[in-house]
């Protein structure tokens, strides 16, 4: 509800108003991408809600983040690269690597607290030497990556060729214990559902309030320029594969813990969902443009298409898919329109 | 001041620096004093990017030593180079445009609160730096919506702002800028002089060098000419030292242009009738002679290209009729003319011409090779002979045919274009502003070699922004203006005044 506005400030309003304005023109033109992001999510929500009004329940939006969150994960890592005019194929590999070699030391006997740490410097490392291998060698990152994502997912088929179950009773606590949100009645959401959340905040501060996320901008737009700045252009660029491979690392735990399990085959094409979700959060494949919270809405309104097949019962998955194809489609067109605008301006 | 003034900030002694197959430096000396506006002067390939990127750090030398502020010192990288307190400023702006203004002047010197980025002080110190340059703009708007001058301020801004910037290197930063904003930044630069700073200024204008140096130093082909007061070497002295021979070169051309002429012969090689391309270029009319040198005169935009494009078949008209040899032309492609034996160099040689990871030979035989069909075999041997030819007759300066063009200079890349349509042996030759960036020397040379095919029977469109060299080496000047063909003068009876004035005259 909207508090009443005292009488002076709405004449300041209005002396300034022409000013506010053209401010206001000018904010929606500069985050036009982002603001339709958030738009068409609210919109496919509300049309969800209308055709299914089980979906107007919180949990079905808590559930979101629940399903979502390996995807929330990968995308954040992914949405860094991707500003950074780079490309990290290799995100569902390390997934994938992540719960098979996960599931193989926890049935070995050794100590979750253990585990997670180790997958963890695993995902770094993994990304480290992605890194290292695109700066100093100059080699496409496309090339690398997607040879990573080979390297990952084969080496999870060599440790198991089926699925191996995690009866750890760590993993089964992480994995089954409730946390009721305050204020909604019989709202609840896992454990591992605050990852994504928290390695967001992390993302944000980073991109916006530190030398590092700033220089992955501005290797984006120039890396030559960002080069002749005095900038750390060669730690950065590790360090932004690195990232990419934590959050991936971290999307894998999460994965075996919710389901308990560890396997090669886990989230199939997940790295093409990322890119697609990065894209729609009006993040620019030419790199130096985009924010890592139109990543988030990014990756709702993918769930959000997946909850709405689910209350519909009778389309295809597949569906999915094409929804989110066709909206990756219409996103390129409108931000190659709003950047078009903005050079006019 | 006056004591510190003659104290030498950057002295560097015996520097030799060798790419492959090119000596870029060779025992060259260069001294800067505190204080001073000091410019590096030299054609293309003479050796000043090279010295400049061995005092940013970006190339080590391969011999000599550089003192910096009195001390011997090894520059390893730029990051190093701004450390010490040398900072450049490039030619094109070498800032993220998706960036605050603010960030591109202080990221990586940002200022910071609890580890945070402190945006509201980064904000007003650098608006506070960009005043002291007389500038005052919203700096937390991208970079990218500003112009190519404030981007360039913005740029010195930066530099500025480096720990103590001792020296200040500014590589072309008046290319783009229009008489304004040049005067502005002489403005700074002395204001910046006159606090204490060194300052290395590398133009192509002459006289912005007498406008703003104290000192400058000359380098030719890699080694010094040597340094001078810029108020005691008179200008023709000192395009005389950068080119390396005397003006006399340029009488010379005069008498070629002359006995050229008697060459010109009565039958038409390519005739215009009111050829034209609605919203491209207005119907005009235009003759070319066997042996002669047609030029087309005319700013930026008024239709020059458009025409070549035309003649060449890059465009179809859609008015009028184009004859070659007295038979009019049908179908219109490019492929078609080099078949004619049109050839055609294109305004932007490196997106549309060369070919840099390729060899001059390559690069040379490719149009050969395009006009024989892709899959005829022109054995090795052949290849070397036609291009070791052209090499030698255009005097090309490359160490062998082997080496990649992206190694030669400005003037050696457009030279290989040139070769490579002399290869085929073209009865026309289009070349669209075949000096653009070519220094000085560079410049006669290839404006001596097209008046030299006109002697050889050969007709040549000449297409150039520099009102005086298309004087000096064409025989007839089509004038355009708003793309419209406004007048033609034999030689003869034109002159710059002339021509400018015809120019100008739709304004009045």
């Known amino acids: 509800m909207a508090s009443q506005t005292k009488p002076l400030s ?43 009004p089980a979906m107007q329940k919180p949990q079905v939006v808590f559930n979101l983040f629940i399903n979502q969150a390996s995807l929330l994960l990968v995308s954040i890592g992914m949405t860094l690269v991707i500003i950074a005019k780079g490309i990290d194929l290799s995100v569902a590999g390390v997934i994938a690597l992540t719960t098979a070699a996960s599931a193989a030391l926890l049935a070995a006997g050794m100590s979750p607290f253990i585990v997670m740490p180790l997958m963890l410097v695993m995902g770094i490392t993994f990304g480290l030497a992605q890194g290292w291998l695109i700066h100093f060698f100059k080699v496409e990152p496309f090339i690398v990556t997607l040879m990573g994502l080979f390297f990952a997912r084969g080496m999870a088929y060599i440790i198991t060729l089926s699925s191996l179950t995690i009866n750890d009773p760590v993993y089964r606590f992480l994995a089954l214990t409730k946390v009721y949100i305050p204020f909604f009645e019989k709202v609840y959401v896992y454990i591992p559902t605050f990852v994504a959340p928290v390695m967001l905040l992390v993302t944000i501060y980073l991109s916006f309030f530190t030398q590092f996320g700033r220089t992955v901008y501005a290797i984006g737009n120039n890396e030559q320029s960002a080069l002749l700045m005095g900038l750390p252009v060669a730690r950065t660029k590790l360090l932004v594969y690195a990232f990419s491979g934590l959050c991936s690392a971290m999307a894998g735990i999460v994965w075996s813990v919710s389901l308990l399990s560890g396997y090669g085959g886990y989230a199939p094409g997940m790295e093409l969902d990322a890119i697609a979700s990065v894209v729609i959060g009006g993040t620019m494949l030419t790199g130096g443009i985009g924010t890592v919270i139109g990543t988030l809405f990014g990756v709702l309104i993918n769930g959000t298409i997946v909850s709405i097949l689910q209350f519909n019962g009778t389309l295809s998955s597949w569906w999915t898919r094409i929804g989110v194809g066709v909206l990756t489609l219409i996103f390129l067109g409108v931000q190659s329109l709003f950047y078009m605008r903005q050079k006019h301006s | 001041m006056a004591e510190s003034n003659n104290k030498d900030m950057i002295v560097l002694e015996g520097i030799s620096k060798s790419f492959p197959g090119v000596q870029a430096l060779d025992d060259v000396a260069f001294t800067l004093k505190r204080g001073e506006i000091h410019c590096l002067m030299g054609g293309n390939g003479a050796g000043k990017s090279t010295l400049i990127k061995i005092i940013t750090g970006v190339e080590r030398q391969d011999t000599g030593t550089v003192l910096f502020d009195g001390q011997e010192v090894s520059i390893k990288s730029p990051q190093q180079a701004q450390m010490i307190g040398i900072s450049p400023v490039y030619q094109e702006v070498n800032l993220c445009t998706n960036l605050s203004v603010a960030e591109n002047i202080l990221i990586g010197r940002e200022p910071r609160k609890f580890g945070a980025i402190a945006w509201k002080a980064m904000n007003n110190r650098a608006s506070q730096q960009l005043q002291r340059l007389n500038i005052n703009i919203d700096v937390t708007e991208p970079l990218g919506v500003y112009s190519t001058a404030i981007q360039q301020m913005v740029a010195i801004a930066r530099a500025l702002e480096v720990a103590e910037t001792k020296v200040l290197i500014l590589d072309e930063p008046t290319s783009s800028l229009d008489v304004h904003e040049t005067e502005k930044l002489f403005e700074v630069m002395r204001k910046l002089r006159d606090e204490g700073i060194a300052i290395i200024f590398i133009t192509h204008f002459l006289d912005q ?300």
């Not at chain 2, 340029?250 to 391309?277: C, H, P, V």
């Not at chain 2, 290869?423 to 070699?449: S, W």
């Not at chain 2, 708003?482 to 002339?498: L, M, T, V």
């Open chain 1, 10 to 52: 709405d004449s300041v309003m209005t002396v300034k108003r022409s000013d506010t304005v053209q401010r206001l023109k000018n904010f929606l033109i500069k985050n036009g991408p982002l603001a339709t992001t958030i738009v068409i999510f609210f919109v496919l929500y509300l049309i969800g809600s209308w055709l299914y």
């Open chain 2, 209 to 508: 060098v007498y406008e703003v140096s104290d000192r400058m130093t000359i380098l030719r082909n890699g080694k010094l000419v040597g340094t001078y007061d810029t108020e005691s070497l008179p200008m023709i002295d000192l395009v005389a030292k950068m080119i390396g021979r005397s003006l006399s070169d340029f009488s010379n051309m005069t008498q070629i242009k002359r006995a050229s002429k008697k060459n010109i012969k009565e039958d038409t090689l390519l005739q215009a009738e009111q050829l034209g391309r609605s919203k491209s270029i207005q119907p005009f009319d235009l003759e070319l002679h066997a042996g002669e040198v047609v030029g087309l005169a005319g700013l930026l935009g008024s239709g020059r290209t458009e025409i070549a494009n035309l003649l060449f078949g890059v465009d179809k008209p859609d008015n009028g009729t184009l004859r070659f040899k007295g038979e009019a032309i049908k179908k219109f492609s490019p492929n078609e003319s080099i078949a004619r034996g049109i050839g055609f160099c294109p305004e932007d040689r490196k997106a549309e011409g060369l070919v840099g990871e390729l060899t001059v030979r390559e690069n040379i035989i490719l149009a050969i090779q395009a006009n024989q069909g892709w899959f005829k075999f022109l054995s090795k041997q052949k290849q070397y002979e036609l291009a070791e030819r052209y090499i030698k007759l255009l005097d090309i300066k490359t160490s062998t045919a082997d080496q990649m063009v992206k190694n030669l200079s400005g003037g050696n890349q457009q030279k290989v274009i040139l070769a490579r349509w002399l290869a085929i042996n073209p009865q026309v030759l289009i070349l669209d502003e075949p000096t653009r960036g070519v220094d000085i020397g560079a410049k006669t040379e290839i404006q001596r070699l097209v008046l030299e095919l006109a002697e050889e029977g050969k007709s040549c469109v000449f297409i150039s922004s520099e009102l005086e060299e298309v004087l000096r080496t064409s025989h007839r000047i089509v004038v355009l203006r708003d793309r419209e063909k406004i007048n033609e003068f034999g030689s003869g009876e034109a002159d710059e005044q002339k021509i400018m004035e015809a120019i100008a005259a739709g304004d009045s």
